[in-house]
């Protein structure tokens, strides 16, 4: 029998919106409930319903009735765990995701929040080019490919522990949502791919192979640690926008890519970085650079020459595509808004040289 709880009964339903669970579709997986196994109960539900499953292990696996990956359209219900992450587990073998948004889907729905994913090729497999709704929150994901894909649509994903081994920790593309709160790490790319209004805010990004956040466009980005990834912790192009970060202990701070030149850097503390604090080059030489405004950053150091020594841009490389307008910067970590005594960047950038 379909039980009809309040949504406020609900453990995590308040991660969601209200409007996901006028009924709730009972999984339990010693068949106390509406059915033993999440496919089923997925299947039977609507837009209208909540699938509220209890604590267990749910293995993905073909060949049966109601069989792995679910597929998910504009009429699927949420999917929520009673007892939260560490007390249900979804695992694989690896070679398939659990969730599944096919390419032709347009409008698909996942609400997603409460479990543990593991040993899967991703828990969440958004087609591209795919719209729709997505609400991935207060999850962990350990060892699978991919942590997340949000590769389209809109929505939330926030306050999940991914973890790998895996290629990318959250794949973006055209994800016009938010992206918060989450840890990611041990994976090629912490974050990668957004190329539209995508916000990342308050993750911790590191130890990463790569880059902590890699391909990203036109997002802002606020208020998060990026540290200790291999190569670069923010590989992107001028027209982020980026405040309140902590980048520190990667191979090179940010390592800016062509494009436009709408973005900003300010308010970011970028030290102890291996090779550069930001490094930029762009494919094709700018016979006359345009500015960059990085100014009001802590670079580690109030020392006007180790700063010079940290930043590659136009006075270093007629392939930097700008000039990095750093003056005045902060004085100490959390970036104190006192500014550094004035003094002349050229003629700094030039002694260097």
Known sequence: MRMRLQCCALLLLATLPAAVCAGVI??????????????????????????????????VETGIPYPWPILLTADSPALVSQG??????????????????????????????????????????????????????DNIVKGCETGVDVRMGEGL????LIE??????IQTGHFEGVIEDNEVHGFKDGITGADGNTVIQRNHIHDNGISGVAGFNDCIAIDNVVEDNGWAGFSIS?????????????GTGINFWGGPH?????????????EFAVHSYCEEHIPVPPDFDATMNWWGTTDPDEIAASIDDCHDSMWSAVCFVVEPWCTAPGCDPTPAELSSWGAIKALYR
């Open 26 to 59: 009972v999984v339990d997986p010693v068949g106390g409930g509406d059915y033993d196994n999440i496919p089923e109960a997925m299947f039977h539900g609507t837009a209208d319903d909540t699938v509220l499953v209890l604590p267990g292990f749910y293995e």
């Open 157 to 160: 994903v926030a306050r999940n």
């Open 84 to 137: 939260g992450a560490a007390l249900t587990l979804i695992f694989g073998n690896g070679l398939m995701p659990a969730l599944d948004v096919r390419d032709d889907t347009f409008g698909a729905r996942a609400f997603i929040a409460g479990f543990t994913f593991q040993w899967l090729e991703t828990p969440l497999d958004w087609g591209y080019p795919t719209s729709g709704t997505v609400y991935f929150t």
């Open 262 to 274: 709408n973005g900003f850097l300010n308010g970011n503390d970028i030290y102890d970085n291996a």
């Open 238 to 250: 001028f027209d982020a926008h980026l405040t309140g970060n902590v980048i520190r202990g990667n």
């Open 164 to 169: 790998g081994p895996g290629t990318y920790g």
